[in-house]
C-alpha cells in the first residue's frame, strides 16, 4: 500500500472518446474521482503503449491527493509503474518458467483484508479507500487463481468495504 508521494500530481489535459463523443480528459477524471460510489471499478483496455497505465496514474492522482491508498499487481517484470511501487511476477526459472509467487502472496493477503473488512462489523467500519490495481490482467488472470478470485470478491462486496478495483488490460 502506497501513499501520496509516489503518484504525483496529475495532469488533467487530452480527451477521451465515448460513443463517438469527445470528453475532455478533466471530465472524464472528475466523473471517475467524484462519483466514485457510480463508478467505484473500471477497467481499461488497450493494446501496448495506448495509454492505460498513463491514465490510471492520472486517476490514482487524485484519489491518492484525498487520502486513498492503492497497490499495483502487475504482470511483468518492470512495468511503467517502474517508478511507482509495484508488485510484479518473479524472475524466470533456468527452465524458462514464468513465476508469479510474490504476486499470488500479495493477492492472499489482499484477499484476507477483504475478509478482515467484511466481517467486521457495520458501525464499527472505518477503513480508508483502498484501489487494487491489476495490470497485465489478462495474464494475472490466467496464471493465477487467487487474482480471479480477488477481482471477483472485490468487485462484488468493493463499494460497502472501501475497496475498489482497477483493471488495465
Do not use: Y
Amino acid at each position: 500500500i502506497f501513499s501520496k508521494a509516489v503518484i504525483g500530481d496529475p495532469i488533467q489535459t487530452g480527451t477521451v472518446s465515448k460513443g463517438g463523443s469527445v470528453l475532455s480528459l478533466d471530465t472524464v477524471l472528475r466523473h471517475l474521482n467524484d462519483h466514485i460510489d457510480e463508478v467505484p471499478h473500471w477497467m481499461c483496455i488497450g493494446g501496448t503503449g495506448a495509454g492505460k497505465s498513463t491514465f490510471c496514474r492520472l486517476v490514482l492522482a487524485l484519489r491518492v491527493a484525498r487520502g486513498e491508498q492503492f497497490v499495483i499487481l502487475a504482470g511483468k517484470r518492470t512495468a511503467v509503474f517502474a517508478d511507482v511501487p509495484s508488485i510484479g511476477r518473479d524472475a524466470i526459472s533456468a527452465s524458462g518458467e514464468l513465476k508469479f509467487d510474490k504476486v499470488r502472496g500479495v493477492s492472499r493477503a489482499l484477499l484476507a483484508e477483504v475478509v478482515r473488512r467484511d466481517n467486521t462489523p457495520f458501525d464499527q467500519r472505518s477503513f480508508g479507500v483502498l484501489n487494487i490495481v491489476i495490470d497485465d490482467a489478462s495474464i494475472l488472470m490466467s496464471e493465477i487463481e487467487e487474482v480471479v478470485q480477488l477481482a471477483r470478491v472485490v468487485g462484488l462486496l468493493g463499494r460497502e468495504i472501501r475497496m475498489r478495483l482497477v483493471i488495465l488490460t
